[in-house]
C-alpha cells in the first residue's frame, strides 16, 4: 500500500503562481508513475502531469505545457507541482496519484491505484 498526502492548496490571484507536494509513504519504491489530476466542480477528473519514479521522463497535458511543472525527489518521496501563470479556470482540487503498473505517458485516472484527499486550489480573476 502506498499512502498520498498533498498539501500547498490555497487561494491565489489569476497570474499567481502555486506548488504543490505530494508526499508518499508505505511501498513507496513499488510505484512506477506519479500523477496529478484535477476535478473542477461538475467535471470529471483530468489528467494534469505525471513522472516516471526511475527515469523522471515527464508527461504533461497539451494545454497545461510550459506554465506547469512536475518533479520529484524520490529521497524524501515528494513529487512536486509547480504551477505559474494560473488562470481562474485552473481553479479545481488537485489531486496526486501513483501506480505500480508499468505504464508511461497520459493515462487516464482508472490506471491509478492510489490517490489523495486532494487540496483546493482557487484562483480568483
Known amino acids: 500500500q502506498v499512502q498520498l498526502v498533498e498539501s500547498g492548496g490555497g487561494l491565489v490571484q489569476a497570474g499567481d503562481s502555486l506548488r504543490l507536494s505530494c508526499a508518499a509513504s508505505g511501498r513507496t519504491s513499488t510505484t512506477f508513475l506519479m500523477g496529478w489530476f484535477r476535478q473542477a466542480p461538475g467535471k470529471e477528473r483530468d489528467f494534469v502531469a505525471s513522472i516516471r519514479r526511475n527515469t523522471a521522463n515527464t508527461y504533461y497535458a497539451d494545454s497545461l505545457k510550459g506554465r506547469f511543472t512536475i518533479s520529484r525527489d524520490n529521497a524524501k518521496d515528494t513529487v512536486i507541482l509547480q504551477m505559474n501563470s494560473l488562470k481562474a479556470e485552473d481553479t479545481a482540487v488537485y489531486y496526486c496519484?501513483?501506480?505500480?503498473?508499468?505504464?508511461?505517458?497520459?493515462?487516464?485516472?482508472?490506471?491509478?491505484?492510489?490517490w489523495g484527499q486532494g487540496t483546493q486550489v482557487t484562483v480568483s480573476s
Open positions: 496519484a501513483a501506480t505500480s503498473r508499468q505504464r508511461v505517458g497520459v493515462q487516464p485516472p482508472e490506471e491509478y491505484e492510489y
